[in-house]
C-alpha cells in the first residue's frame, strides 16, 4: 500500500462523506455500493459482499474511515482518481 498524501486524504473523507448517506459515520453494503456504480466499476452482487467483507477488517458489518481508505486506495490504485 502506497501512503496517502494529505489531498488524497481529503479527497477520501469527501468521498466519505459524500456516500454516507444516512450520516452515522460508517459506509454500509448499499453505500459502498452506490459509490462504486458512480465511479464506474461494476460489481456482481456476489463479489460485492466477498470485497465488503475482505475490507471491513473488524467484521461489523460498516466500512469506518480506516476501512474506507482501504477501498480508496484500491479505486485510487485501478483509476488514478
Ligand atoms: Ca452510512
Ligand atoms: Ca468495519
Not at 486524504?9 to 453494503?29: C, E, P
Not at 466477498?50 to 473488524?58: A, G, M, S
Amino acid at each position: 500500500m502506497m501512503p496517502l498524501s494529505q489531498s488524497d486524504l481529503t479527497k477520501a473523507q469527501t468521498l466519505f462523506k459524500a456516500y454516507d448517506k444516512n450520516g452515522d459515520q460508517r459506509i454500509d453494503m448499499e453505500e459502498l455500493k452506490a459509490l462504486l456504480i458512480e465511479l464506474g466499476q461494476s460489481f456482481e452482487n456476489a463479489s460485492l459482499t466477498e470485497y465488503f467483507n475482505e475490507v471491513d477488517t473488524n467484521g461489523d458489518g460498516v466500512l469506518n474511515m480506516k476501512e474506507f481508505l482501504v477501498v480508496f486506495q484500491h479505486l485510487y490504485s485501478k483509476n488514478g482518481l
